[in-house]
């Protein structure tokens, strides 16, 4: 418990006496938690943004700051606290457009339009937004606290119990459960898994010599895995945007026949009547989130339908019914979706594997300063001396804190104003957007070859989009390709070359079988 306790210490003190950003009268401020603040505002300014989500934001930012920051150890807590912050804020944020302009900012937000517009058109919007900020940030707050508990220890059991072998087929069985998940059909899923890693083999990976680079001497190291992730997510989204816009010219229907406001704001007993449906979405929220690959779409959907079952068979006389203007909707799905994003990080922090594509991009930010390998070793709390990656997980868990309170104090009032964002034309801001991308991957990699990988992937993602291939299990079986092939080359060494060193233990054989039966089971429950 003394080792723990120290290491929480150390992990604050890496956050507020870190490397300063600035001075202000002789005094430097910590860059850690300005980066947080400032991701928080751009997050929840890109929630409001219908067309914009956290992901495109965190995407576009990375080379940015890895530019600004540079790739030394010492840029680890502000780069992480500024994705942090837009991961945060943009959950929120996207509760803005779908409460005052029945549009949904994000898709886990669609279904706060069913009673966060009606509570707006009734002359309630500010009660509708604060409804929504409390519940957000209540699911959010929830699921960090099970984020800090669960991570070290299911770490430190991963740790204990599971050898190379197992971990080979720990990382096979989580690939193919978010193959079989994500999207409607498990074909399709598979093949964007199997492209994915083909095209993160390219390059020497692990072997001695090229693979698969046809002469080609840029591709001798591979893709930049920056510029192909961002290619796939951002300008993939993109290209596909502005084709629908050239083809249907289609406008944003913005609906701003809103009534003057009649008795607005918080109402006596609102915090009562919805803290129930908080804490059950915040529950089903923090499930969907452990799970890898299972979106906050999910969990909002689960989290309204349960809650709508549950107000039905308790609502008094007078309250409105879900989808008709009813705070208790508002706070099922906000609790819902915003509970994903902390236990999302589950997985990332203790086996190192992303589950959504926020936490991509913490990967990747990670993979690329160096210094912080996120997986079970790093919650190492029996070590000789101080072990560094751990004093920094330890200061992301403050840094998860710290933006929790900025949202609790000042999220609200932040959020309320950011309405005008969801005015902008969809045909100025995706320009901009895919301009910035192109001059983000510039910034790190500063070829013209970098810069025609990006939108060779961006084709990628273009097409997968037109023939309804999940983007997301391509996404992450590039980040995985690199762990996967070295840690099962390493247990096939460690096995003394035997090449069913899968089936060696009953633990690696149960996620071997249980990777095919997840296909199995989610490929005859789409029939």
């Not at 150890?73 to 804020?89: C, N, W």
């Not at 104003?417 to 901009?432: D, H």
């Not at 990628?460 to 999940?470: A, D, L, M, S, T």
Request: net charge neutral; aromatic share 10%.
């Amino acid at each position: 418990m003394t080792d723990i306790l120290q290491y929480v210490w150390l992990g604050i003190l890496a956050v507020f006496t870190g490397t300063p950003l600035f001075t202000v009268m002789g005094m430097g401020i910590p860059a850690a938690p300005v980066m947080v603040a400032a991701g928080l505002f751009t997050g929840i300014a890109v929630g409001a943004t219908p067309g914009l989500a956290g992901p495109m934001a965190m995407a576009i930012s990375l080379p940015i700051l890895l530019s600004f920051f540079g790739f030394t150890p010492d840029a680890l807590l502000p780069v992480f606290g500024f994705l942090i912050g837009i991961m945060k804020g943009s959950t929120v944020g996207g509760a803005v457009p779908a409460i005052l302009f029945n549009m949904p900012g994000t898709p886990d937000s669609l279904m706060t339009t069913f009673d966060g517009h009606p509570m707006a058109r009734a002359g309630q919007p500010r009660r509708a937004l604060r409804i929504a900020q409390l519940s957000s940030v209540s699911g959010d707050t929830f699921s960090d606290i099970v984020l800090f508990v669960c991570a070290p220890f299911l770490a430190v059991v991963v740790e204990a119990y599971l050898d190379l072998p197992e971990k080979a087929a720990l990382l096979i069985l989580s690939i193919s459960f978010i193959a079989a998940v994500i999207g409607g059909s498990v074909g399709k899923g598979l093949l964007s898994v199997s492209l994915g890693l083909i095209a993160a083999f390219v390059g020497t990976g692990q072997a001695l010599s090229p693979r698969m680079t046809f002469g080609i001497d840029e591709l001798s190291r591979g893709f930049s895995v920056v510029g192909a992730i961002l290619g796939v997510l951002i300008i993939g989204e993109t290209l596909t945007s502005l084709e629908d816009l050239w083809i249907h010219r289609k406008k944003a229907r913005i609906d701003e026949s809103l009534p003057d406001s009649v008795v607005d704001g918080l109402e006596k007993g609102d915090v009562r009547r919805i803290l129930p449906h908080v804490l059950r979405s915040s529950v089903v929220g923090s499930v969907i989130g452990a799970l890898p690959g299972v979106g906050s779409a999910l969990a909002a959907t689960l989290g309204y339908t349960i809650g709508k079952n549950y107000h039905a068979k308790r609502m008094k006389p007078g309250d409105a019914v879900f989808g008709a203007g009813a705070p208790e909707g508002i706070a099922a799905t906000e609790a819902a979706n915003s509970a994903v994003s902390g236990a999302n990080l589950i997985p990332v922090l203790s086996l190192g594997i992303p589950g959504n594509a926020a936490a991509v991009f913490l990967i990747l930010a990670a993979d690329s300063i160096g210094g912080f390998n996120p997986g079970p070793q790093v919650f190492r709390f029996d070590t000789a001396q101080i072990n560094p990656e751990l004093v920094i997980a330890f200061g992301i868990f403050t840094l998860m804190s710290i933006g929790n309170i900025l949202n609790w104090v000042i999220g609200g009032r932040f959020m309320r104003a950011m309405g005008i964002l969801a005015r902008i034309p969809l045909q100025y801001l995706l320009p901009v957007v895919l301009l910035v991308t192109m001059t983000a991957i510039y910034v790190q990699d500063t070829s013209l070859f970098a810069l025609w990988v990006a939108f060779a992937f961006g084709i990628v993602g273009y097409v997968f989009r037109r023939c309804n291939i999940p983007v997301l299990p391509f996404v992450i079986a590039l980040v995985l390709a690199s762990p996967l092939e070295q840690t099962a080359r390493e247990a096939f060494a460690a096995t003394g070359g035997d090449p069913f060193f899968l089936f060696n233990s009953p633990t690696s054989t149960i996620f071997i079988l249980a990777a095919v039966a997840s296909v199995i089971f989610f490929a005859r429950a789409a029939k």
